[in-house]
């Protein structure tokens, strides 16, 4: 029992030794981690958390094109705490457009011989694009920025624009619709841009639509949907560019065409400036191949087809000698109508009783541009609002071809109105320089009189197609029926109203009425409000229809692929809501890659349209050699789209 207990009592001394080592261990880690936060602690509090503030500007280039746009950078260091720059100094040298700003904040931490440095960076960049106006040696002037409160200034910056040079492959015309006009009248500018060889991406600049000298409308573009258009911004607007193809010097070019209506504003020699169009373009060109086919698309094989060069090419310059408007003659209907206007009118119906509606049309025909013009008030036509009600309220003229369409509502005060009485229009005619009038011719109209409601009708004594006037009758209203039955006690209750089909009909009638109308008009509703789901879920069955007529047809070469490419833009503009005439194969390429189908199905659309482009627009007709096998290739990948897209 003693050797045992002497056993026992050995253990748990054993154990407090190696209890007592783990513990000194333990200390020591913690007095090591303890030493590293005091370090920290120590290099947090000896950091200069004031950091010197600097302010300067950068240029991407500092030799550019007139025209050329470049990127200038304000960059902020020692603080993030910056307001945004006036930027109005540049504004004078410079179209300028705000491409955003960004913290440039970054820290490091370095431990050396036990020493922990900590260095933290703040800053804060500015970018804008920048295109020059003038041309020669300009000096980007200092700009303002407040930082922390205070105002530091950029370092100016000299940069040399030179003056672009028109190459073979590159060519851009302007032209205007007449070289002369008035104060106030339309004329329409062309812009044209020749292209002979494969383009990546473009830039237009204009400085003219800077110009205070006009007003700028952009006319109504009336889309063909065997032709292909683009959404092309320039500036801070967009217009619907035209593509197509025409011979300039003896070459032939693939064509980017767009229109702008100017308005001068005043009189004198405007002068419309170079416009420039900064592109980069590869070394060479593809056979078989659109001139577009990378303008308006990513490259998804991240494939370059040769050296790329950026060129910056120039228009011709233009001006327009604008007159005054002569104060001579000048008739008080005049509201400003400027060229050789035309007008007419129709209206329907023309057999109507006092008060009845009658629409009546009046076209407008004459300048070039008529989206800006407007039809005088009716009610100033004095014959006609003599003799018609007319109400303040009138639609917006409808552009149709050349001519502008008004349409409003009239009626007949009386039974003695024979016609529609001319509609006057007091224009200034450019051609004589003269103010004139031009009207149009009257209209006949039959006007019946109204029904009169009279004595006798409403005493119900005598019947007579006309009587005399309403008025007071001593004796009352006769009775409608004579007999011992007119006195019989009559009981009412429900059970008699629902022994009446009469009754019946007007207690449940008017419910039902109600109830069906509300249920048709939600409907219909509903159907206009899902127009885009009504004409996608149809997209494949009228695609279906056009591809059996082509595959039944005799198109065959350009005509085959343009039929084909005109039948893919509606179903898949159809299919994706949105405007299938100017769609193209990257487009397509790109909407579908963000719904997520498959790249198989991207790359059968995408081939199907660049083959149908190429066929159309640069003669390469090989892949619809073989019509049928063409157009079931296309309703194959429409098919495939379809699978994926439900």
């Known amino acids: 029992m003693a050797g045992t207990f002497g056993n026992r009592s050995k253990g748990p001394r054993g154990a407090g030794r190696a209890r007592t080592s783990r513990t000194t261990a333990i200390a020591a880690a913690f007095r090591g981690i303890a030493a590293v936060f005091a370090a920290l602690a120590v290099a947090a509090a000896s950091y200069a958390a004031a950091q010197e503030i600097s302010v300067r500007a950068a240029v991407e280039s500092e030799s550019v094109y007139m025209g050329q746009s470049f990127v200038y950078q304000i960059q902020v260091e020692g603080s993030d705490e910056v307001s945004q720059p006036d930027i109005s100094p540049l504004q004078q040298l410079f179209t300028v457009e705000y491409l955003g700003g960004s913290s440039n904040n970054s820290q490091s931490i370095s431990i050396v011989n036990g020493r922990m440095e900590r260095q933290v960076r703040r800053g804060y960049v500015f970018q804008y694009r920048l295109t020059p106006r003038t041309k020669g040696d300009v000096t980007i002037p200092a700009v303002a920025v407040k930082v922390k409160g205070q105002t530091f200034n950029t370092n100016a910056i000299r940069l040399g624009v030179n003056q672009p040079v028109e190459t073979e492959d590159f060519k851009l015309r302007m032209s205007l619709s007449r070289g002369s006009a008035y104060i106030g009248e339309p004329v329409v500018l062309t812009v044209t841009?020749?292209?002979?060889?494969?383009?990546?991406?473009?830039?237009?600049?204009?400085p003219l639509l800077d110009s205070p000298d006009f007003e700028f409308y952009d006319p109504e573009v009336k889309t063909d949907p065997n032709k292909q258009y683009y959404r092309i911004q320039i500036g801070a607007s967009q217009v619907i560019a035209e593509k197509g193809t025409a011979t300039l010097d003896g070459r032939a070019f693939a064509t980017i065409s767009f229109k702008k209506a100017l308005v001068p504003k005043r009189a004198g020699t405007l002068s419309i400036p170079q416009s420039t169009i900064e592109c980069a373009a590869v070394s060479g060109t593809l056979r078989?191949?659109?001139?577009?086919?990378?303008?308006?698309?990513?490259?998804?094989?991240?494939?370059?087809?040769?050296?790329?060069?950026?060129?910056?090419?120039?228009s011709n310059a233009l001006s327009l000698s604008v007159r005054d408007l002569p104060r001579e003659g000048r008739p008080a209907s005049f509201a400003g109508h400027i060229g050789d206007y035309k007008i007419s009118a129709s209206a329907?119906?023309?057999?109507v009783s006092v008060g009845d509606p009658i629409t009546l049309k009046i076209i407008l025909s004459g300048p070039d541009y008529l989206g800006n013009v407007d039809l005088p008030r009716l009610q100033d036509q004095t014959e006609l609002n003599t003799y018609f009600k007319i109400p303040d309220e009138r639609a917006d003229g409808k552009i149709a071809g050349r001519t502008k369409v008004f349409t409003q509502t009239i009626r007949a005060k009386n039974e003695n109105v024979k016609e529609i009485p001319p509609i006057a229009l007091s224009y200034f005619d450019t051609k004589s320089g003269t103010y004139k009038t031009a009207s149009t011719s009257p209209i006949p109209v039959t006007v019946r009189a109204t029904r009169v409601v009279t004595a006798v009708d409403a005493e119900g004594i005598a019947a007579g197609p006309l009587g005399s006037p309403l008025e007071s009758w001593k004796e009352g209203i006769a009775y409608n029926y004579e007999g011992a039955a007119v006195l019989e006690s009559r009981t009412f209750g429900l059970l008699s109203a629902l022994e009446s089909p009469l009754w019946l009909a007007a207690l449940f009638g008017p419910p039902a009425a109600f109830f069906a109308l509300f249920g048709v008009v939600t409907a219909r509703r509903r159907r206009e409000e899902n127009i885009e789901g009504v004409r996608a879920r149809g997209a494949l069955r009228r695609l279906r229809a056009r591809l059996d007529a082509i595959r039944k047809g005799d198109a065959s070469g350009a005509r085959l692929c343009e039929l084909v490419l005109g039948a893919m833009r509606e179903y898949l503009g159809d299919r994706l809501a949105v405007p299938g005439a100017t769609l193209t194969a990257g487009d397509v390429a790109r909407m579908l890659a963000a719904r997520n189908v498959s790249a198989a199905v991207v790359d059968a659309l995408r081939g199907i349209m660049g083959s149908c482009e190429a066929g159309a627009y640069a003669g390469d007709h090989s892949p619809?050699?073989?019509?049928?096998?063409?157009?079931?290739?296309?309703?194959?990948?429409?098919?495939?789209?379809?699978?994926?897209?439900?």
């Open 193 to 206: 841009w020749y292209i002979g060889r494969d383009v990546e991406d473009f830039r237009i600049t204009m």
């Open 288 to 314: 078989g191949r659109d001139f577009f086919d990378d303008f308006f698309r990513d490259n998804f094989f991240g494939m370059r087809r040769g050296a790329m060069q950026r060129y910056v090419v120039p």
């Open 348 to 351: 329907t119906p023309t057999d």
């Open 624 to 646: 619809a050699a073989d019509r049928e096998a063409f157009v079931a290739k296309a309703r194959d990948a429409a098919e495939r789209l379809e699978k994926e897209l439900r």
